[in-house]
């Protein structure tokens, strides 16, 4: 992703990009002046005692000497002492077309389920959403009910086909998007002209959806309860 991007990577593409990225200082005057700084770095809070800060959006590549004499040209970093040095952050993640069914079981074991990064999503909302998945469905298999699957047109159901059924030879993680959605009938689409209009009706057939299966899942639980 570009927000993810290293600094120095950054740097390579102008003298200023930087400046707009986690460098941009837009909305940050200078107290004592009123201006606006020409870049700035945020410092993030990382301990209780109020002696340890990251610098956010710093990720990078640099040997740990270079990271040293850099960031030490910063002003008001001139002495600072460098706790961890920066580095790339790495996802580890099963190869899930060959591994997960559409319930995030494993195929060879459906008593194993998988969530978040290491399932193939990328994003908070994704790890939570898969979450949720294989809680509903742990709990059906362990009360010797079927687990579901999430219906295409519902984002949750979209996202686990996506991880589910991708190539092989070339999975990567990913959020969800609109383009993961099954598009809308001929119908729909001419009656549906600009692509707010359609995104809004996608919309309105997951949230129907996701409706249905609660009253469904809810249903089955209260059953499962009397019994």
């Not at 003298?15 to 009123?34: E, H, S």
């Not at 949750?156 to 996506?162: A, D, K, M, N, T």
């Not at 990567?172 to 995104?199: V, Y």
């Amino acid at each position: 992703f570009e927000g993810c991007l290293p600094l120095e990577e950054l740097a390579r593409r102008g003298r200023d990009t930087l400046r707009f990225g986690p460098m941009k200082p837009v909305g940050l005057a200078d107290p004592r002046t009123g201006q606006m700084a020409w870049a700035v770095v945020q410092l993030r809070q990382e301990n209780l005692l109020a002696d340890a800060y990251n610098l956010v959006g710093f990720q990078t590549h640099l040997r740990y000497p270079e990271q040293k004499r850099v960031f030490r040209l910063i002003p008001g970093l001139e002495q600072a002492e460098i706790l961890r040095y920066g580095q790339v952050h790495r996802n580890t993640y099963l190869n899930s077309p060959a591994i997960l069914r559409d319930t995030l079981q494993a195929r060879r074991d459906p008593r194993l389920f998988f969530a978040g990064q290491i399932s193939g999503v990328e994003g908070y909302v994704e790890c939570v959403a898969t979450g949720l998945i294989c809680g509903i469905n742990a709990v059906r298999l362990a009360t010797g009910q079927e687990p579901v699957v999430f219906a295409r047109v519902t984002a949750c159901g979209s996202l686990v086909h996506y991880i589910a059924h991708s190539d092989l030879r070339d999975f990567q993680p990913t959020n969800i998007n609109f383009a993961m959605l099954p598009p809308l009938e001929d119908g729909a689409r001419r009656r549906l002209p600009s692509k707010r209009e359609r995104h809004r009706e996608q919309i309105r057939l997951g949230l129907a959806e996701i409706d249905a299966l609660q009253t469904q899942l809810q249903a089955a639980s209260a059953a499962n309860f009397r019994a």
